[in-house]
């Protein structure tokens, strides 16, 4: 564990399951994720990742298991009352407000924050992704995979969150992208940022990683940091995938 993972966990997931319908997409998952660590979720199509950080973020009712954040109960809530907490989830495919522009979009982002502050953060953000302070005024419809991609980590930033999970940022982006995705994982864990990551791009996502917990098939099968699961080859083409 890293100097930033000792102490106590601000996430502490014991025994979750989940169920689309009467099928369990997950099952019995038990995890941590430190204050100031990058953790990582990695495995293959199907096996629950998405499911897991949607759980965590109040999009879906867990069957079973209790999910404490910063040593509170927070299994079951929802996701505003979560937001409010301190977690915050950019989804996959982004799902940002097409016909909204680049600000208004941020400033949602940020309803959480009072309304004095707002301004402040959507400066912070432009400094961060500069492309959005260009087209603050183009509606994110327009945006290109990489702008928008950018804009939806923006937006969840502008709540100030505790936890920011994101699920596949690199999804569908080109490579010079997905090397921008990735350093800003790195600048946000050097600000003492916590992430929780869903990454299908597993070699990228464990060289990066502080952690990380390998899913299939809804069961978390192994963990460890980073470094260590990239290592075990054995492991690595058995339950992430040889070309992952």
Known sequence: MSEAGAGAPLLDVDGLTTNYGSI????????????????????????????LVGTLAGLLGPA??????AGD???????????????????EHRRLFPDLTVEENLKIGGITVPAKERPALIEEMVGWFPVLGI?????????????????????????????????EPSLGLAPVLVDVVFDLIVRLREQGRTLLVVEQNATRMLGVADRAYVLRSGE??????GRALLD???LFEMFVGRHA
């Open 73 to 91: 109960d927070v299994t079951g809530l929802s996701p505003d009352s979560l937001l409010r907490r301190g977690v915050a989830l950019v989804p």
């Open 135 to 167: 087209k603050h005024e183009v509606a994110a419809g327009y945006l290109s995979g990489g702008e928008a991609q950018q804009l939806a980590i923006a937006r969840a930033l502008m709540s100030r969150p505790r936890l920011l999970m994101m699920d």
């Open 24 to 51: 369990a997409a997950l099952r019995g998952a038990t995890l941590q994720v430190h204050p100031g660590e990058v953790v990582g979720l990695v495995g293959p199509n199907g096996a629950g990742k998405t499911t």
């Open 220 to 225: 978390i099968v192994a963990s460890g940091t």
């Open 232 to 234: 075990d080859q054995a």
């Open 64 to 69: 079973a298991g209790t999910v404490r954040f």
